[in-house]
């Protein structure tokens, strides 16, 4: 349950300003890798481990840190925990010295965290935790920030975030600087056919 890329993240995409993976504005972090293998998963350009894009994690750091006005950072993927070392570095520096509260999805099952020991960690670490696999058969997009119906939304005990999901789905279009649109979240068929008219 563990790549090693040194003091590099490999990262698959960052959004610095999204405002749907959680509460508020927030640093959108998608890593690079994911072993699950879920059937249905959308994001299957991000399970190969190859280097897509290494960024140092102290330059990953200030960046988050000299973003504006946002509420915290998300981490998803690929599967986040495949990053474990880095990833555990830049939380716990972003807990220590920031007051940005930490999202975090991974598609692990309590059971499976608590047998690799990171559960505890987590619980002391993450405000939000989006847990369990994908599951194509579950499509759900009736729930913010989720989009199978088996996976929990969890906030530890500690967790300074008090807003939960609520029973509306969310998508966001991000239209970069050379046009290209690129549709975030879990746009349900009606929004994706509605996008694929207006190109
Ligand atoms: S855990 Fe996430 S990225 Fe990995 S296969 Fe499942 S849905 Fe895809």
């Known amino acids: 349950m563990a790549k090693d890329y040194g003091k590099y993240f490999n990262i698959a995409h960052i959004e610095p300003e999204s405002h749907i993976y959680g509460p508020g504005k927030r640093f959108v972090i998608w890593l690079q890798g994911c072993s699950l293998a879920c059937d249905g998963c959308w994001n299957k350009e991000m399970?190969?481990?190859?280097?897509?894009?290494?960024?140092?994690?102290?330059?990953?750091?200030?960046?988050?840190?000299?973003?504006?006005?946002?509420?915290g950072i998300t981490v998803l993927g690929g599967e986040p925990l495949e990053q474990w070392a880095n990833l555990k570095w830049l939380l716990d520096s972003l807990r220590a010295d920031t007051a940005l509260t930490i999202f975090?999805?991974?598609?692990?099952?309590?059971?499976?965290?608590?047998?690799?020991?990171?559960?505890?960690?987590?619980?002391?670490?993450?405000?939000?935790?989006?847990?369990?696999?994908?599951i194509q058969g579950l499509?759900?997009?009736?729930?913010?920030?989720?989009?199978?119906?088996?996976?929990?939304?969890?906030?530890?005990?500690?967790?300074?975030?008090?807003?939960?999901?609520?029973?509306?789905?969310?998508?966001?279009?991000?239209?970069?600087?050379?046009?290209?649109?690129?549709?975030?979240?879990?746009?349900?068929?009606?929004?994706?056919?509605?996008?694929?008219?207006?190109?």
């Open 139 to 199: 499509r759900d997009t009736s729930h913010q920030w989720k989009g199978s119906g088996n996976q929990r939304v969890i906030h530890p005990i500690g967790s300074r975030e008090k807003i939960g999901p609520t029973n509306c789905n969310e998508a966001e279009i991000v239209i970069g600087n050379d046009g290209q649109m690129t549709i975030l979240g879990y746009p349900d068929a009606e929004l994706i056919t509605a996008l694929q008219l207006e190109k």
């Open 47 to 71: 399970w190969s481990f190859r280097e897509r894009r290494l960024i140092q994690r102290e330059e990953l750091l200030k960046a988050i840190a000299s973003a504006q006005d946002i509420r």
């Open 104 to 134: 975090l999805y991974s598609g692990y099952e309590e059971e499976e965290l608590r047998q690799a020991g990171h559960w505890t960690w987590l619980n002391q670490t993450a405000d939000i935790l989006v847990l369990g696999r994908y």
